[in-house]
């Protein structure tokens, strides 16, 4: 089995934290609501600072990590190809400063994920505790009511909200278009979107440095409606060579990615290693109308990726409850876990029993 990656050991971090968070829902902390509700608040609380912790340490590390990666790629590449190209220094300004605001920026974004999780159980459980009180206050005069049933009551309605719309979930976009996603989903997302970044800020901030001002973008296949615009073609990094579009049309939101979880690149294009009839045919393409010119088999691959990856998420969040309320009776790993899921057999439904008679 290959090494984990810093990211991978990040998001199990998340993932793990999930995980715990179904166990302090689903546990007993007390006889009465209010017990309940202090435990709940103060371990959500640790592990809201726990994630933020740890997460500072992966940007302190990967972040530049990955600018100096693509600095130094492209100086290899120069050299190798006989081409003009200082000696990258990570201490000069330009470099120094990219990295520092490349690391406040995903820092911000991951707390401002890690708060908006946190506030949303704790809403939920507001509105649970409040639910599970109105209710015992309904049944006390026909039937004594004990703290431990209204904590029971509480304990059931808050799973379920929960379950529902995922533990630990952030809002990704807005109006119509909004939807939930796992936090660490949402890291995992920020995370390469920043790496990315990095990469390309790096490559462009060379070549500036050094009096380049070509890039041109990596293509894909499939890939989406936006990027299909923007792949492939040639830029002007300072907008001044006219032959070609500036940069800034694609970077047009001030971040160096088409949009998140981008995977594109923009490397370095360098004339004098192309043919006339290479520049010729780079300047028509860049200067195509911008548009989503893919075709419908491509469309529709793109889209069977896209419904496979939630799929694989609603999986992964499911299995996350099972597991925190199976423990060692639930699959050992997530593709098991699938498998067993998948084939619909004796299997899962057995295991689909355990979890609903679990206490």
Known sequence: MPNKSQLDLLIEVYRE?????????SGKYGAGTKTYYNSILKQLEQLMKQLSVETGKYIEMSVPKEYKKALDATYKYFKKNKLKM???DMFARIHSDAVYELSREMQYHINQGISQAGRRVIRYLDSSRDNALRQSGLRASAVKISAGQTVLDMQADLLERLSEDGFLTVQYGSGKRAYQ????????MVARSTTREAGNLARKNQLIENGYDLMIMTEHYPTCE??????????????????FPPLEEVFSGGYMNTHPNC???????????QSSEEIENAIEKSN???EDNRSDSEKSLYTEQQTENRHMRADRYQYERYKARLGSDS??????????????GEKWKELQKKYRNSK
């Open 17 to 25: 934290a999930q995980i715990r968070l179904i166990s302090i829902v």
């Open 86 to 88: 200082k000696q990258p």
């Open 181 to 188: 996603v796992g936090l660490d989903t949402y890291t995992a």
């Open 226 to 243: 936006i990027c299909a615009m923007y792949q492939g073609r040639v830029y002007s990094i300072s907008g001044k060579d006219k032959r």
């Open 263 to 273: 995977r594109h690149s923009v490397v370095p294009f360098i004339e004098e290693m």
């Open 288 to 290: 195509k109308p911008f």
């Open 331 to 344: 699959p050992s790993t997530f593709s098991a876990f699938r498998r067993i899921k998948k084939a619909d």
